[in-house]
T-cell receptor, first 119, second 113 residues
Framework: AQKVTQAQTEISVVEKEDVTLDCVYETRDTTYYLFWYKQPPSGELVFLIR??????QNEISGRYSWNFQKSTSSFNFTITASQVVDSAVYFC????????????????FGKGTKLSVIP | DAGVTQSPTHLIKTRGQQVTLRCSPKSGHDTVSWYQQALGQGPQFIFQYYEEEERQRGNFPDRFSGHQFPNYSSELNVNALLLGDSALYLCASSFPGSSYEQYFGPGTRLTVT
């Protein structure tokens, strides 16, 4: 079974501080994808970043960066110089092939981390 | 290029009633997945449709059923509504052969009273 754990329920930071959101996942699949989504109060899930299981290279994209470590099954996400507009719920998700195979993937989400950026 | 659209935005139903939610995928996408997100929780996978067939199903009772039309749009039906069915229902679509990456719609918020 697949599982995603986001231990941090809520985080508050002051604007311009850096913040790291933690994610630990469990899967027996060797091929999988990891995602971070942002959900503002409007409810729509906004795609932020994606990583596949074969690529542990960590990257920076603007103010976002991520640290993928297969050895510890972690996929942490960092926002640098946080802004008030970053306030939202952030979800880590694991995409794995379902039981039907044939390219059918399903997403397993963590419970989310609510980030509040205080001006 | 329109993204994933869902209707209605909000819905209030009474326990025991039936409800139908609708989703139009992003242009060029052929696979539609449905998720239920209870308040304060992450989305939970309900099922996925491809080529008008249910290809994958999560741990949801048969009261939850769906349909996909030839134009790839999809419906989610829930029968005999329970109070616990109150949630945000999210539809996601994906490119052919790339269902690992899913694009989400704004959701339909269902309240069961």
């Amino acid at each position: 079974a697949q599982k995603v754990t986001q231990a941090q329920t809520e985080i508050s930071v002051v604007e311009k501080e850096d913040v790291t959101l933690d994610c630990v996942y469990e899967t027996r699949d060797t091929t999988y994808y990891l995602f971070w989504y942002k959900q503002p109060p409007s409810g729509e899930l906004v795609f932020l970043i994606r990583r596949n299981s074969f690529d542990e290279q960590n990257e920076i994209s603007g103010r976002y960066s991520w640290n993928f470590q297969k050895s510890t099954s972690s996929f942490n996400f960092t926002i640098t110089a946080s802004q008030v507009v970053d306030s939202a719920v952030y979800f880590c998700a694991l995409s794995t092939l379902g039981y039907s195979g044939a390219g059918s993937y399903q997403l397993t989400f963590g419970k989310g981390t609510k980030l509040s950026v205080i001006p | 290029d329109a993204g994933v659209t869902q209707s209605p935005t909000h819905l209030i139903k009474t326990r025991g009633q039936q409800v139908t939610l609708r989703c139009s995928p992003k242009s060029g996408h052929d696979t539609v997945s449905w998720y239920q997100q209870a308040l304060g929780q992450g989305p939970q996978f309900i099922f996925q449709y491809y080529e008008e067939e249910e290809r994958q199903r999560g741990n949801f009772p048969d009261r939850f059923s769906g349909h996909q039309f030839p134009n790839y749009s999809s419906e989610l039906n829930v029968n005999a509504l329970l109070l616990g069915d109150s949630a945000l229902y999210l539809c996601a679509s994906s490119f052919p052969g790339s269902s690992y990456e899913q694009y989400f719609g704004p959701g339909t918020r269902l309240t069961v009273t």
